[in-house]
């Protein structure tokens, strides 16, 4: 009992770490990331069905190879079969997977059409990739550009929640429930802006803007980062969102305006208020 007592309680420390770095990767962590948006969501079903229908045919073929070694070695058949083709096997082996294809396609276009559809918008922002650095600029507010950097390892401060080469100096801020458009850009080489619990992944190209969208549905602080080999530095450019209620969003816009220093602390604190609370109701 004592054993299953200890056993239980690092569980649920484990499962509290997970809980309070939602939008980060843990250790040993198998399967996607917790979905926070419609499109990640619809990424985590279809990435589900494939996997039962992959199941299912894995174990198809292994039960058929295993009867074949069984039901036809030299032992048991010592007399083979002439038998060149078999018309019902052949139109079977043919019609079911495109019938498979077919179940895979229909639900694949659906999230497809999802993801590059962009529905009308509360906000809309820009995000350029440099070597190797981000850049951001809120086109709906008057927030001039500022560029999020990798914080150094000397200057990670675990106590305010910051994580090795995932936080930024300067992170971005969005409204939790709010329809974001995000225009991606590149001013040198491709870079990839990817956000895994958005389902996120859009290339950053140079002289083209692509254009993708999302709607976190759960507060917290995310983080991803380029995905495209983009030079000496491409492990070192992440991504930090900070997803905030609606009037946390309105009080750091404001500040941020005019003094975008003012801003990241005012949402550091807020940040430093979350995990008190976190840490308090534990």
């Known amino acids: 009992m004592r054993f299953l007592s200890a ?46 229908i992959i199941s299912a045919i894995v ?19 010592p007399t083979p079969s002439k038998n060149s083709h078999n018309t019902l096997i052949e ?13 895979i396609a229909i639900p694949s276009f659906r ?24 850049g951001y600029e809120y086109a709906d507010l008057e927030i001039g ?17 910051q994580l090795r080469l995932l936080s930024t100096d300067y992170p971005l801020v969005v409204p939790v429930d709010a329809t974001v458009r995000l225009n991606v850009t590149a001013a040198d080489v491709i870079h990839s802006w990817a956000m895994p619990n958005f389902g996120l992944k859009i290339d950053a190209i140079p002289g083209r803007l692509n254009e993708t969208w999302f709607r976190a549905e759960q ?7 380029c995905s495209e080999i983009c030079g000496l530095r491409h492990a070192y450019m992440p991504i930090e969102i900070h997803v905030v209620p609606q009037d946390v969003f309105d009080a750091w ?25 976190r840490m308090a109701s534990r």
């Open 145 to 161: 550009e500022f560029y999020a950097n990798m914080v150094a390892d000397e200057d990670i401060d675990e106590a305010a929640g």
């Open 219 to 225: 507060t917290g602080v995310y983080y991803g980062q």
């Open 111 to 134: 999230l497809l059409y999802l993801q590059d559809v962009v529905p009308e918008a509360d906000l809309t922002i820009k995000a350029t990739g440099y070597q190797w650095y981000w």
């Open 253 to 277: 816009a404001e500040t941020a305006a005019e003094d975008v220093d003012a801003g990241r602390t005012m949402i550091a604190e807020y940040q430093a208020g979350v995990r008190e609370t």
């Open 59 to 77: 174990i198809l073929v292994m039960i058929l190879l295993l009867y074949v070694m069984i039901r036809y070695n030299r032992r048991a058949n």
């Open 91 to 103: 139109i079977i082996w043919t019609a079911v997977p495109v019938l498979i294809l077919v179940v």
């Open 7 to 52: 056993l239980l309680a690092i569980w649920t420390g484990l499962a509290a770490t997970a809980a309070a770095q939602v939008g980060a990767p843990t250790p040993d962590a198998i399967g996607l990331r917790e979905a926070v948006t419609p499109v990640m969501e619809s990424v985590v079903e279809f990435h589900t069905l494939v996997m039962y």
